[in-house]
């Protein structure tokens, strides 16, 4: 049986002395999911990052304690070809607390440690992004067995969770609609304003400034963000229009690539778009697959070599999958149960918008939302998507749903394909953006 407390560890109390549960205050207590079987013994001469070598070589044993029914923790990961691995730097000997570190590439000048992907930080936590060779799945007494490539992890590092990699959610490239297509479209290659505090005085440059100087996180700026009326329509044909047309198209800013699909090559199925990239160095392209100079067994497929992991890999089983140029996934990952919903606002709804935006009358505005067009957009993206559960979707379907975002208070309900907002008010409780202040 797992001890969820250990002696030694408390819960935080909150200011009137009741003891908060941890996980609201943020102190985990971690458990080892497993602990890695590496090439690599020491962290001299282990590479910095896995895209280095991607021949290094890993497996992880699921500890069965972990779960009630283990056998099961690992169903549906072979359908990924990368896996995010999170785990504990744990030969640093303590925590660090260096807010300046000194990476190898900045040849001994400083920067800051959340700039950098240093072992020696405050909670010791890596992360690695590693290609998904085999899943063995649990077999009697043992626990089931994942085998890694790419990996920059020590022997014996203990893991502490791992997380399918989704090149739709995990790469820049494919993200939808982010503040930067809406308010970057010009100056992507500026650098990001910096703000220095000395504690005293705000050490930023006026011109800089220049968004910071009201005490919101994000103002008013008059550019309008490109925020299409109707998604849903627009992701629609996008994704069924004609290839050839698909092809020359370029993706605008604000637009998806994955939306843009083309059509299948013969040697995909269908439902495989070919489209993203993703952990870059870290897979063969499709083309360069075919042509992999390794050993291979009988059946074709890569031999691999290496005491720890001395497996074979098989040709994984491909049920409906979707594949990037660099990744693959099962294609329910993409594939949302229902299509994106067209979402519109009831005259009413647009004029509490435009009433929660103005700054008169005391009314407060926006905290995230730099204008209230930036606040239709994220409200659309939101409905769109159909947030509701699988069961208030199938069983309460005729149910007002309501949600609330930065100060905005959202009343809305849904049909058949669409979404409509009906009454947008001032959130009593609107999204703080610190919930836990510094002593
Ligand atoms: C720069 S870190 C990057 C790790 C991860 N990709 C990340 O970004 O969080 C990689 C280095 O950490 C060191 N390392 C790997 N496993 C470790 C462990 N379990 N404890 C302490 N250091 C480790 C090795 O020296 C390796 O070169």
């Known amino acids: 049986m797992r001890r969820l407390e250990e002696p030694g560890r408390r819960p935080a109390a909150t200011p009137c002395g009741c003891a908060k549960p941890t996980l609201e205050t943020g102190n985990l207590l971690t458990e080892p999911i497993g602990y890695l079987d590496s090439c690599f013994s020491v962290k001299n001469g282990t590479p910095r990052q896995p895209s280095i070598c991607s021949y290094s070589r890993a497996s992880l044993r699921i500890r069965k304690s972990i779960f009630n029914n283990p056998e099961h923790s690992l169903m549906g990961l072979e359908h990924f070809s990368h896996v995010w691995i999170l785990f504990v730097f744990h030969k640093n000997g303590h925590l660090s607390y260096k807010a300046k570190v000194q990476p190898p590439r900045l040849n001994g000048a400083k920067t800051g440690v959340f700039s950098t992907r240093s072992p020696h930080r405050p909670n010791a936590i890596g992360l690695t992004l590693a290609k998904l060779e085999k899943v063995e799945e649990f077999v009697h007494l043992l626990g089931g ?59 930023c440059d006026q011109q800089q400034l220049s968004g910071y100087s009201t005490p919101q996180l994000y103002q008013s700026t008059k550019e309008k963000p490109k925020c299409s009326g109707d998604r849903a329509s627009e992701e629609s044909s ?99 149960p229902t299509a994106p919903l067209q979402v519109r606002f009831t005259p009413h709804a647009e004029v509490d918008l435009r009433q929660l935006s103005s ?60 979404a409509e907002v009906l009454k947008i008010k001032l959130a009593s409780e609107p999204v703080h953006t610190m919930d836990f202040k510094d002593p």
């Open 238 to 336: 996008l994704r069924h229009s004609d290839a050839a047309k698909d092809q020359q198209c370029l993706p605008q800013c604000g637009e998806r690539a994955v939306d843009l699909s083309v059509e299948p090559k013969s040697h995909q199925s269908p439902n495989v778009a070919d489209k993203h990239t993703g952990p870059q160095g870290l897979e063969k392209t499709l083309q360069e697959e075919d042509t992999d100079k390794r050993p291979r067994s009988e059946e074709g497929a890569p031999l691999v070599q290496g005491n720890s992991v001395g497996m074979q890999l098989r040709p994984r089983p491909s049920p409906a999958r979707t594949r990037t140029a660099d990744s693959t996934a099962p294609a329910w990952v993409r594939e949302a």
């Open 145 to 203: 067995v994942i085998y890694l490539s790419g990996i920059d992890m020590i022997h014996g590092t203990p893991v502490l969770d791992i997380k399918p990699y989704i090149a739709d959610y995990d790469s820049p490239q494919n993200l939808m609609e982010s503040l930067g297509d809406l308010n970057m479209q010009n100056d992507q290659h500026k650098p990001k304003t910096v703000c220095q505090s000395d504690g005293k005085t705000n050490g």
């Open 359 to 418: 700054a008169d009358a005391g009314q407060p505005s926006f905290r995230y939302f730099q204008s209230a067009e930036e606040a239709k957009c994220a409200i659309e993206a939101v409905l769109s998507a159909d947030p509701r559960s699988v069961y208030r979707r199938k069983l309460c379907q005729d149910r007002l749903f309501y949600f609330t975002v930065d100060i905005a208070h959202i009343t809305c309900w849904f049909d058949d394909g669409f």
